[in-house]
Nanobody, 121 residues
Framework: QVQLVESGGGLVQAGGSLRLSCAAS????????MGWYRQAPGKQRELVAD???????NYADSVKGRFTISRDNAKNTVHLQINSLQPEDTAVYYC???????????????WGQGTQVTVSS
């Protein structure tokens, strides 16, 4: 059973930064796309950033310019650098992985357990 394990969440003041990390418990050769979802209280889960094995990235409009996703293919790890945090970024952030971006968007194959990010004003 493959597990995605997130780390790096926490409580931070508005304007601060966090770096989230996600590591797969073992190398998964069928993973081509990894990404980060978030779910705020009372809201639907949304995909905020994703990255292919080739390094192509995509970001939700709400996070462009503030979030940066990066990946280490050899270690099957993905990171999310979050700058200029705002209270509306408060959410549980989930790592996800899939064979394709379309699968990542519709039904990711692998999910992490989530890490809480709380931004105080």
């Amino acid at each position: 059973q493959v597990q995605l394990v997130e780390s790096g969440g926490g409580l931070v003041q508005a304007g601060g930064s966090l770096r989230l990390s996600c590591a797969a418990s073992r190398i998964i050769f069928t993973i081509n796309v990894m990404g980060w979802y978030r779910q705020a209280p009372g809201k639907q889960r949304e995909l905020v950033a994703d990255i292919t094995s080739g390094g192509r990235t995509n970001y939700a409009d709400s996070v462009k310019g503030r979030f940066t996703i990066s990946r280490d293919n050899a270690k099957n790890t993905v990171h999310l650098q979050i700058n200029s945090l705002q209270p509306e970024d408060t959410a549980v952030y989930y790592c996800a992985a899939a064979i394709s971006r379309s699968t990542l968007i519709t039904s990711p194959t692998y999910w992490g357990q989530g890490t809480q990010v709380t931004v105080s004003s």
